[in-house]
Structure formats: structure tokens, C-alpha cells
């Protein structure tokens, strides 16, 4: 009889993730448990401690180098960074989603079921308090992509894309006004991203199918076996061709590069804002962390075949997000575009052939999460009686209504836009001096003119909000609560000081920005 051996657990070091997991199910006991008068403080009380234990965790745990759970997560550098990372900005999302003083009864549906467009459906918008089933939701997602940049084969990764999908698609059809735009945005990103899953999946069983015949190797999915099957395996080249191709659509989805975009826009136009902003700051954190691993790590060898194929990805998706930002008239799906075009030139990072060019990317996804969460906080703020005022023209003259919050936006859409003495330019110094000295040059280039035309459309918002006059349909800029207003004062500092600071964070993620294998 065979004994059977159970994998060895380092709990410590998956701490983060197991907090974050526990308390999304403690989450749902609230919800069964807890007086509804009482849920939101307490969802919202508890989600936030859980972070702070769970960042707490991976600072304890910042010397930690190993592959634990069954080579299944692997506890490295880039791990907890980005762990660190996911865990800092959805503070920041979950100040933006606790928030119910910028609209009563906060951004999201009293009652989900509802049918939109009703008489029932204008009477929860009116002030009725938004459900609180969104934290445990929000949890969940958290909890998934610390697994996501912690996964060590693919089917570990596949899982944990799947836990942080699932949540956001619910999430995104939760929003208190326009349900049906809400509605509407979660099915797309639901079908698209069901696809995306999909290909991401048949990748799988294509590797796993390159792996077998490895001498001295089973076949399989980890990441130490695909490194080795890269050099050894006497299977057709082929499998392996198709199976990166059909994990990188997986992942690309999730990362907003073309030609894998075409939810984006949608989905950040109709989502309730605090959600768009936990997407645009977290999920791509989630997703370029898992990119850097596959390509890092699993197919190392193979950066000859795929570079010149994700160079071409990097591009595109710089194109499309430029040139379409240009003739955008709503703000959110102008954040839209510029989000796909900051995942090109997060691909000119992946591509960068060093560990500067692997810190450079880190650095860029804290940069960037902190300015678009504090974009998307300002957004929430300028309103009217029917909700949020998106479209462009409601915009103008809006720094003679709001001269504060005006200035905030004009440094955030200037950082976007790469100004000196903001994130934006350091961010893109950071990944653009690697790949330079790396070899790619062209893509450095196109880097640079495509952040020359997507600053026409920041600096168009600009003009619009200092030197036009306000008019009767200018929408007042509501006095945010504490809770936005922390998130917005944090977003905005953050992007000064690493802006005009860069070197601690920039040296923290050099000093992570090395693989266990």
C-alpha cells in the first residue's frame, strides 16, 4: 500500500492570502448574521482590517524566497511586491466603494434583483442604502489576485483568475443609476471574459501536452517543467507556439491590450466608478504580475520566439488606445483608453530583457494604480441630480466652479500625460531606459510618440475645465466625504512623491525584482 505523502504548507507565507479568503467568508456570515442597520459599518470595518492584517503579513514576510503548497505558489520577490501593491490600492478602492456621503446610500443597488427602469428601480436610486453584499465580493477578488501573481503552474493560476473574475463580473452590474448600462457592461465583460478563460484553458492542455517526454520529467504545468520542456521536449514545437498564443490572450484580456480591449470601454463606462477604479488599479496589477511570471520564468527560453509577437501586441495596444482616446466625449471612457494604452507601454516592461526592466514594470503598476484610483475618485465627485456627470462638455468651466478639484485633476491628467515631477514621467523612464538598452528601441519609440498624441486628449479635458465658461448644464463638484477624500489626498500625494521621490520605491522594487525557479 502506498503511502501518501501530503505537499508541505508554509502558512506564514501564505498568510496574506488565507486573510483575505477568510474574511470574505466571514463576510458572508455578516451578511446572514450581522442587523442590515449594522452590515455596512461592520463589512466595511472588517474588509479594511483584513487588508491592513494581510500588507502587514507580507511586510513580515518580505525576506521569504520559497516555493510552498505542492510547488503550487511561489513566495518570492515579485510576489510580495505586488502582493503589497494589490493590497495598498484596494484600501484605496474600498475607502471609494465605503463611501455613502457623495450620493445617499452609496454608489451601488439597494436591492440587486430589481428590474431596471422601474418604478422600483427609481425609488432604491433615490436613497435607499446600496447592498453590503459588494464587500465580501470585493474580498473575494482581492484574495484571488494575491494568488494570481503568486501562482507557480498554470492551473493554480487559472483557478485564481477565476476567483477574482467571478466577483468583479457581479460587481460590475451593481451600479445605483443607469442599471441598464450597468447591466449591459457586466454581460460583456461576463461572455468576454468566459472566451478569454477558455482560451487561457486549451493554452493549458496544450503545454501540458509540449511537456511530456522530458527525459528524467513527467509532464505537467509547473513553471520548473515548461522551462525544461522549452529546451528538451521532443514534442512539435507547435504545441508550444499555440499554447503561449492561447495563454496570452487569457491574460492580455485581463491586462486591456489590444486586440483584446473591446470590453474596456464598456465596462469602465458602466460599472459603478469605485469599481472601475479597484479594476484599473488592481486588475492590472494582477494581470502584468502573471505575465511577467509566465514569460519570466516558464518560457524564458523561448523570449526569441514570443518578443517580436508581444512587441507587436505592445504597439497595437498603444495605437488603439492613443488615437481612440483622442475622439472620446466621456471621461470614463476616456480613462478607458488611456488604461489600454498604459498596458502597452507596461508590455514595453515585460519585454525588457533585465531585472531593471522587470522593476521598472512593478514600479509602473504602483505609479499608475495610484493616479487612476485618485482620477476615478474626482469623477465620482462631479454630479448632478441624475448622478454622475461623465460626458466631456459637462466639464467645462469647471475650474471656475471647483478651482480645487479642478487643479487636482489637471495634476493627475498631467501625470498621465508623463509632465516631469510626476509618477507619469518617472514610470515611464523606468520600463523605457531598460528596453533602450535592451534592444528595443522601437518600441521605445512608439512609446513615446503615441504618450506625444494620448497627451491631447488630458490636456483637451484641461482646457476645457480652466479656460471655458461654466454654463447652466456645468454640474457642481460635490464635498466629498472622508472616506473619498482620503482616497483622493493619498492618490494625489502618492503621484507627487513618486513623481519627485522615486528612488525608495524604485530601490524596493529592484531589490524584489528576482524569481524563485
Known sequence: ??????PSIDYAALSPILIMLGTALLGVLVEALVPRRWRHVVQLTVALLAVLAALTMVVFNADERIITAGRALAIDGPTLFLQGAILVLAAMALLLIGDRSVERGGAFVAQAAVTAESADDRRQAEGRNGLTEVYPLTTFAIGGMLIFVAANDLLTMFIALEVFSLPLYLLCALARRRRLLSQ??????????AYASAFFLFGVALIYGFTSGVPGRSAGVDFATIDAAVGESPASPV?????MALLSIGLLFKAAAAPFHVWTPDVYQGAPTPVTGFMAACT????FGALLRVFHVAFADASWDFTPVLGAVAVLTMLVGAVLAVTQTDIKRLLAYSSIANAGYLLVGVLAPSRDGLSGTMFYLVAYGFSVLAAFAVVTLVRDSDGEATHLSRWAGLGRRSPFFAALFTFILLAFAGIPLTSGFTSKFAIFGPALDGGQAWLVIAGVLTSMVLAFPYLRVVVMMWLSEPGESTPTVTVPGGLTAAALMIGVLATLVLGVAPAPLLDLATGAAEFVR
Do not use: D, I, P, S
Open 1 to 6: 500500500m502506498t503511502e501518501l505523502k501530503l
Open 284 to 287: 492590472k496589477v494582477a494581470a
Open 239 to 243: 504545441l508550444l507556439f499555440a499554447g
Open 184 to 193: 449591459e457592461a457586466a454581460m460583456k465583460y461576463f461572455l468576454l471574459g
